[in-house]
Every structure is written in structure tokens, then in C-alpha cells.
């Protein structure tokens, strides 16, 4: 099975002043292509850190992130955006949506980004990813006529828009009621199901049900790794 995700020794520490706070610790991670990992700890264990390093948003202090095999290390900040933009998507826990513009705007944004795509091609991407999340009959509304689940919905669709080797998911359901929650956390899995490599962070140790593989983190270092049953998608 590909390897989406290699860490060799990631360590990630903080300085600030006279102070250094080390937020990972030596961290050794694979991930394989089509593998659904929930994150978890405590809250400062290091989970928002690791996934920011994954995004190629933060760089580790030391150590070694391989991501599809191509080293992140001397990425200059123009190929990590380059990566970020056509390699991975991101779902956050406030959606992030762009209140004025519409749902398929919103969902499309990611395209307008990358060169020699045409509109009519940013539509029918937008429309197939929307049915995906069934959200297509919103596709004209704006952010601020969406329940929450619609619009964290419409967050997924847009991940998904430049077909990525991996979605990261940052606390994805944590502004969201448990109807909601159980809503996007369902999509994951079917998506999951359908061959996606997903890495979601959650403090909802219920959410990590839904995943195929659950990593514990505690003062930075992984101190649980273990694979388990999948839970039902209703």
C-alpha cells in the first residue's frame, strides 16, 4: 500500500523568549493511502501542531515529513502552497466560508487558484462534489442561509474540489450540535469508504469511532496507536 504520510523524528518546539515549549516530540508516523486516522488527546498534547506540519502550514524543529514521497524538507513556500492547493484539502472547525459568495463559489474558490481550468470545468467539478455531500440544491444560497451542518457540508465539498491525496480535518464537528456532528462525521466515513486517506483531529473521543485508525497523543508524543472496527455509516 502507497504511503501518504512518512515521519521520521518530528519534533516541533516553540521559543519564545528565554522559554521553549516543545509541542512534538520525536513523533515516527505512516499513513497509507486510503486510511481514515483520528487524532486525539488532551487539549495542548500537540494534535493541532501535528496536523499543521502535515498541511505543510508549520515545519517541524527537526526530523523528516515525506508527503506521497516527495520530502517536504527544502520545499520553498511557493511548492508547499503549490501542494497545499493541489494535493490535500482542509476541512476547519469554523468552516471558513466566504459569506459573500455563494455556496458553489465557495466551492469552486480552490480552482480559480491553479492555472488552464475554465469555468464551465469549475462547475461541473463544483456540481459533482456538492452531490457528493448533498448540498447541490444550496448551490446559489449564501453561507449565512445554511445550518451549520450545511455550511461544515459545503466546507467537505470544497476539500474535495481539486481532488486531493489527502483531507485534513481539524476539529470538524466541533461547532456543531450532535445531530450535525453525526451528519459530517457520517460523509467522513463514506468518503473514507470510497478510497479518501483522511487525518482528523477531534477531542470527541466518540468521533474517533468512525475512523479506521486512532492515534492518542499526550505532552507530544504518540502514546496509543491502534487500529479498530469501523462503525456503521446510517
Request: hydrophobic share 40%; proline share 3%; with cysteine.
Amino acid at each position: 500500500m502507497k504511503k501518504i504520510i512518512e515521519l521520521k523524528g518530528i519534533s516541533r518546539v516553540f521559543k519564545t523568549e528565554d522559554i521553549a515549549t516543545q509541542a512534538l516530540n520525536n513523533i515516527n508516523l505512516s499513513v497509507a493511502e486510503g486510511e481514515f486516522v483520528a487524532i486525539t488527546g488532551t487539549s495542548g498534547c500537540g494534535k493541532s501542531t501535528l496536523l499543521s506540519i502535515l498541511g505543510l502550514i508549520d515545519i517541524p524543529s527537526s526530523g523528516e515529513y515525506w508527503i506521497s514521497d516527495r520530502p517536504s524538507t527544502d520545499l520553498s513556500s511557493d511548492q508547499r502552497a503549490f501542494i497545499r492547493a493541489n494535493h490535500l484539502g482542509f476541512i476547519f472547525q469554523a468552516f471558513n466560508l466566504i459569506s459573500d459568495l455563494t455556496v458553489m463559489e465557495n466551492v469552486i474558490l480552490p480552482l480559480t487558484y491553479q492555472d488552464g481550468i475554465k469555468r464551465e470545468e469549475m462547475l461541473a467539478r463544483g456540481k459533482k462534489v456538492l452531490e457528493e455531500v448533498n448540498l447541490m440544491n444550496r448551490c446559489d444560497h449564501y453561507p449565512a442561509q445554511l445550518s451549520g451542518g450545511q455550511q461544515q457540508r459545503a466546507a467537505v465539498a470544497r476539500a474535495l474540489i481539486n481532488e486531493p491525496d489527502l483531507i485534513l480535518a481539524d476539529e470538524p464537528t466541533g461547532n456543531l450540535d450532535s445531530k450535525n456532528a453525526r451528519q459530517v462525521l457520517e460523509l467522513l466515513k463514506r468518503l473514507h469508504a470510497a478510497g479518501k486517506t483522511i487525518c482528523m483531529v477531534t477531542h470527541d473521543t466518540d468521533s474517533t469511532r468512525y475512523a479506521s485508525r486512532t492515534l492518542t497523543l499526550s505532552d507530544g508524543a504518540i502514546v496509543n496507536d491502534r487500529q479498530q472496527v469501523l462503525a456503521e455509516v446510517l
